[in-house]
């Protein structure tokens, strides 16, 4: 069964730096691997996603993720945080086959201070 | 283009009581999916239907939930009797199929019921 780790439940980072949220993945074939963004009061949005190819994937608002495959993780990064970037952060995988249901890891708050 | 919606936001019951949850996917979209986070924990899969069929149920917990889709549009998820445990943000997602050449679709999600059983 496929599974993720998000090992961090709190990440603090000064508005300017770089930011990195963490990811790691389980699955028994290849991934495909998702990286949502929930902002207060609002649902999951979509924000990268890799299924093949190219290691570094580029998203939405800035963001981008790297996908290393000898260490199965999926980290996320933006090189220049923005206060507006606090939020909670979901990593997702689903295998290539099979069903495509999402196996989600608990989630990244991230705060970005001013 | 709308998004995924959800109703109500939010709802309270309690225990013993029956809720009924809506979503309404993105028009055209013939995946849709049923996910639930209780507090502090993992989003987990409930089930996804293919228009109006359950392609996938293994994630719903128990036969007190009953999930439907008539006529493959908007969705409901019925949970009764509703018990302690069930509280949590029960999130609806939908998405197209993958176009020719593409390997997986993109489930895009609804802002969530927040479901408190007292």
């Known amino acids: 069964a496929q599974s993720v780790a998000q090992p961090e439940d709190q990440v603090n980072v000064a508005e300017g730096n770089p930011l990195t949220v963490k990811c790691t993945y389980s699955v028994s074939g290849n991934p495909y691997l998702f990286w949502y963004v929930q902002y207060p009061n609002r649902g999951l949005q979509f924000l990268l996603k890799?299924?093949?190819?190219?290691?570094l994937v580029k998203g939405s608002y800035g963001f981008e993720a790297e996908f290393n495959k000898s260490q199965t993780s999926f980290h996320l990064k933006k090189p220049s945080a923005l206060v507006s970037d606090s939020a909670l952060y979901f990593c997702?995988?689903?295998?290539?086959?099979?069903?495509?249901?999402?196996?989600f890891g608990k989630g990244n708050q991230v705060v970005v201070i001013p | 283009e709308a998004g995924v919606t959800q109703f109500p936001s939010h709802s309270v019951i309690e225990k013993g009581q029956t809720v009924t949850l809506r979503c309404d996917p993105i028009s055209g979209h013939d995946n849709l999916y049923w996910y639930r986070r209780v507090m502090g924990k993992e989003i987990k899969f409930l089930l996804h239907?293919?228009?109006?069929?359950?392609?996938?149920e293994s994630g719903m917990p128990n036969n007190r939930f009953l999930a439907e889709r008539t006529g493959g549009t908007y969705s409901t998820l019925k949970v009764q009797p509703a018990e302690l445990e069930d509280s949590g943000v029960y999130f609806c997602?939908?998405?197209?199929?993958?176009?020719?050449?593409?390997?997986?679709?993109?489930?895009?999600f609804g802002p969530g019921t927040r479901l408190t059983v007292l």
């Open positions: 890799y299924i093949t190819g190219d290691n």
């Open positions: 239907f293919v228009k109006e069929s359950k392609q996938d």
């Open positions: 997702a995988v689903r295998e290539s086959y099979g069903n495509n249901r999402l196996a």
């Open positions: 997602a939908s998405s197209q199929r993958p176009r020719l050449g593409e390997s997986t679709d993109t489930q895009y």
